[in-house]
Nanobody, 126 residues
Framework: QVQLVESGGGLVQAGGSLRLSCAAS????????MGWFRQAPGKEREFVAH????????YYSDSVKGRFTISRDNAKNTVYLTMNSLKPEDTAVYYC???????????????????WGQGTQVTVSS
């Protein structure tokens, strides 16, 4: 029903910035809560941020708060993750995800999201 395609990953030096994009299919993009997750080799998939349909309410993991910004352009069916002050520990495959509902108790959980992109690699060198 919803197809997600991430782009914008790459290699960046520590302290640098990247902006990831996630393009979504469908006519009801504005009704979805959108999230970003990341997964490093050998580690669990980790929550990064989510944004509700209007874009007014966002939520971040403690590890990225103050450095990353999630935003969306509903007219373009696109969600973004702007990453500043990147650290080597930010290196991971970053995934875009979507869900039509997200409760307070399940926020930050990968299992709360129903649709996923294929991911884009972000590598931060020291």
């Amino acid at each position: 029903q919803v197809q997600l395609v991430e782009s914008g990953g790459g290699l960046v030096q520590a302290g640098g910035s990247l902006r990831l994009s996630c393009a979504a299919s469908g006519r009801t993009f504005s009704s979805y809560v959108m999230g970003w997750f990341r997964q490093a080799p050998g580690k669990e998939r980790e929550f990064v941020a989510h944004i509700r349909g209007s874009g007014a309410i966002t939520y971040y993991s403690d590890s990225v708060k103050g450095r990353f910004t999630i935003s969306r352009d509903n007219a373009k069916n696109t969600v973004y993750l702007t990453m500043n002050s990147l650290k080597p520990e930010d290196t991971a495959v970053y995934y875009c995800a979507a869900t039509q509902s997200l409760g307070w108790s399940t926020r930050g959980r990968a299992t709360s999201f129903d649709y996923w992109g294929q991911g884009t690699q972000v590598t931060v060198s020291s």
